[in-house]
């Protein structure tokens, strides 16, 4: 092996280009928009290379995303730049949030929701949950989204947008609506899980939602199920909150809890490039007790979700997606075949198509949409998902790694942001290649 260095992860490990990659300019172009000043003369080490090349593969495969050789959001695991072995293979996570869906990349190729609950309806039968479950509404979205932030299969964008641990199986613990959490039914989610964790091989909690108040861990019902959950030998993923800009940043229950991994997070700007990252509004601690929190960082924003299908929002976001690929001269009576969907844009279908443009470019813009499936979402609640993929990755490559392990692990492998004061970012970003091939190593 070459020890001369990569241009792009430093690695030891530099060697050309295969043949067969050294003319196609969309790879370089993909390579360069993330590590400005790169030449394919330069070469890059393997593991480098196979994730460029299969995140490339995905994005051509879908010309929504991909397009003129540029893309629009980048897919999660080449942001991260997450080991591809590992896949949540045998690993369940269990979710705890306002409401969900049986999103297709959830339940296509394969169906992985092995249960929904809804712990504030106690006597709901299954025949209730799963026609709960599967008609949408304002509470759906939220765990929707984090659910296939973490776990998602990307059916929807041909693999691109797919979570770190698509193959993870995923139980889904509604604990509350869009309009509130109660502190005590995310409590007894918790218990509701650890009494659940053998029958579905639980082995990772992802909370991002929170309790209702500060209290010390010490005496607060919240946190003292974390602690336990942890005792059971589950790993708790906690969003640290986005509460970093106001004058109060406090982390609330169960994410101040000692032993659970909070997450805060970092806006990596669209990019590979680690000198562009730059903090996010994390809260931060100290905790009531005095603890530093979060103990690592995720991106959290840019982030890759999918949008709840029949809703208004889906069909605008169609109706963009339409728009946007409908040649000039098909334009107008392309948006008049659909009206009703957006008013504003019924009103335009009159005006020069080059207007029409723009307006459809604004909406795509101001909507955060990425193509009629999917848009990008920004917040801790999306941070802490990414963690607990990983977390499944590494649980994956060594299923005998304790909680206690896993934290030390991700907080070992971690990089500090230059320039952030510890307090807001802990140990610092997660990288998820460095905590696998630890895990990997761990005895």
């Known amino acids: ?75 999660t695991p080449l942001r991260v730049g997450a080991d591809e072995r590992f896949t949540g293979r045998g690993i369940t996570i269990a979710f705890l949030d306002s409401g969900f869906f049986p999103h297709p990349d959830l339940i296509e190729p394969r169906n992985r929701i092995l249960r929904y609950v809804n712990i504030t309806a106690p006597h709901q039968t299954d025949q209730q949950a799963s026609a709960e479950i599967n008609h949408p509404n304002d509470s759906s979205w939220h765990g929707m989204m984090t659910s296939v932030v973490a776990a998602g299969s990307g059916y929807l964008s041909s693999g691109t947008y797919r979570g770190l641990a698509c193959d993870a199986n995923v139980v889904l613990v509604k604990s509350g609506s869009a309009q509130r959490i109660l502190h005590d039914d995310i ?69 101040s809890a000692p032993s659970v991994i909070t997450v805060g997070g970092f806006n990596d700007r669209n990019t590979l490039e680690l000198a562009d990252n730059s903090p996010y509004h994390s809260s931060y601690g100290p905790t009531i007790d005095g603890l ?67 307006l459809v470019s604004i909406k795509v813009h101001d909507a955060n949409v990425i193509s009629g499936s999917y848009k990008h979402v920004d917040g801790t609640s999306f ?26 692990i991700l907080i070992d492998t971690a990089i500090r942001l230059d320039g952030v004061e510890a307090n807001r970012q802990g140990w610092g970003t997660i990288i998820p290649s460095r905590a696998v091939e630890r895990a990997l190593q761990y005895q």
């Not at 928009?33 to 460029?52: A, I, M, V, Y």
């Not at 007894?188 to 209702?212: E, F, P, T």
């Not at 001269?329 to 020069?352: C, F, N, V």
């Open 1 to 75: 092996m070459s020890h001369e260095l990569c241009p792009l992860c430093g690695r030891t490990g530099k060697q050309p280009l295969p043949a067969t990659a050294q003319t196609e300019e969309s790879l370089f172009f993909l390579i360069q928009s993330n590590e400005p000043g790169w030449q394919p003369e330069q070469g890059l080490c393997q593991p480098c290379f196979d994730l460029f090349r299969g995140a490339h593969d995905r994005l051509k495969a879908n010309p929504k995303i991909f397009h003129n050789h540029r893309y629009r959001i980048l897919p």
């Open 187 to 255: 409590r007894r989610g918790l218990d509701w899980v650890i009494k659940h964790r053998q029958q579905y091989n639980i082995r990772v909690v992802n909370l991002s939602c929170a309790g209702d108040y500060e209290e010390s861990y010490l005496t607060d019902g919240l946190s003292q199920a974390a602690e336990r959950a942890v005792k059971e030998g589950l790993v708790v993923v906690c969003a640290a909150g986005n509460a970093g800009n106001s004058e109060n940043p406090a982390i609330l229950p169960p994410a």
């Open 292 to 358: 530093q929190k979060p103990e690592i960082l995720a991106p959290s924003i840019w982030l890759a979700a999918p949008i709840l299908p029949d809703t208004p929002t889906a069909a605008e976001a169609r109706l963009y997606d339409l728009l946007q690929d409908a040649p000039d001269s098909e334009l107008r009576d392309a948006l008049k075949m659909h009206p009703g969907i957006d008013p504003q844009l019924d009103a335009a279908s009159d005006l020069p198509v080059y207007l029409i443009r723009q």
């Open 383 to 408: 941070a802490a998902p990414i963690v607990s993929s990983v977390v499944a990755q590494m649980l994956e490559a060594n299923p005998r790694l304790t909680p206690q392990q896993v934290k030390r």
